[in-house]
Nanobody, 124 residues
C-alpha cells in the first residue's frame, strides 16, 4: 500500500510555471506507475500525465504535450509534474495517482492510491 501527498500548487499568471510534487510513503513506491489527474470546477476528473515504474514510458493528454513534464525519483519516493506555459484552462485541483501498470493509470479506472489534491489557479 502507498500513501500520496501532493504539494506545490498555487496561483500563477498565464505563461508562468509551477512544479507539483507528490511524496509517497511505503517501500513499494518504485513498483508503481505514477500519474497526475486534474479536476476543474463543474467538470469530471481527467488524465494529465503518467510515467511507468522505471520511468521508461510516459503518456500525456494532448492539451499538455510540450508544456508539462512528468518525472520521478524513486530514491526519493517522489513524482513531479513540471508545468510550463500555463493557461487559464489549466486551472484545476491536481491529483497524484498510483497504479499497478501505466495502462491502469492512464485509464484511471483501477487506481491503487490517490493523493488529496493540490489547487492550481492560472490567472489571465
Amino acid at each position: 500500500q502507498v500513501q500520496l501527498v501532493e504539494s506545490g500548487g498555487g496561483l500563477v499568471q498565464t505563461g508562468g510555471s509551477l512544479r507539483l510534487s507528490c511524496a509517497a510513503s511505503g517501500r513499494t513506491f518504485s513498483s508503481y506507475a505514477m500519474g497526475w489527474f486534474r479536476q476543474a470546477p463543474g467538470k469530471e476528473r481527467e488524465f494529465v500525465a503518467a510515467r511507468s515504474w522505471n520511468g521508461g514510458t510516459t503518456y500525456y493528454t494532448d492539451s499538455v504535450k510540450g508544456r508539462f513534464t512528468i518525472s520521478r525519483d524513486n530514491a526519493k519516493n517522489t513524482v513531479y509534474l513540471q508545468m510550463n506555459s500555463l493557461k487559464p484552462e489549466d486551472t484545476a485541483v491536481y491529483y497524484c495517482a498510483a497504479g499497478v501498470t501505466i495502462c491502469t493509470v492512464v485509464d484511471g479506472q483501477i487506481i491503487s492510491a490517490w493523493g488529496q489534491g493540490t489547487q492550481v489557479t492560472v490567472s489571465s
